[in-house]
């Protein structure tokens, strides 16, 4: 997935953000706004590990990244079948 979509889509994101990386606040990912440098420096920080380190861990997560990420909670979700007439 590329980067700039998960920036650009952040609030849907961080929570994908947090499930990994549960050390994070919500402060964190707030500061952090998308932007890959500080994520990957807030993770280093978090969890007391080398930077690259860290880098291979966002990488992962940012190749597993899906659709499912970027669908607004708030969307109704599509009518696929309509209930039959009784």
Same mark, same amino acid.
């Given at each position: 997935?590329?980067?700039?979509?998960?920036?650009?889509?952040? /609030?849907? &994101?961080?929570?994908?953000?947090?499930?990994? #990386?549960?050390?994070?606040?919500?402060?964190?990912?707030? *500061? !952090? =706004?998308?932007?890959?440098?500080?994520?990957?420096?807030?993770?280093?920080?978090?969890?007391?590990?080398? /930077?690259? &380190?860290?880098?291979?861990?966002?990488?992962? #997560?940012?190749?597993?990244?899906?659709?499912?990420?970027? *669908? !607004? =909670?708030?969307?109704?979700?599509?009518?696929?079948?309509?209930?039959?007439?009784?």
């Amino acid at each position: 997935m590329n980067w700039d979509r998960i920036q650009g889509n952040w /609030k849907q &994101v961080k929570g994908q953000a947090q499930q990994q #990386w549960g050390k994070l606040t919500d402060d964190d990912l707030q *500061v !952090v =706004a998308g932007h890959r440098d500080q994520m990957a420096g807030k993770i280093q920080e978090r969890y007391g590990i080398a /930077k690259d &380190v860290a880098e291979k861990q966002l990488k992962a #997560w940012q190749d597993g990244a899906t659709e499912a990420w970027f *669908v !607004v =909670a708030s969307e109704p979700a599509p009518a696929s079948v309509k209930p039959a007439a009784v």
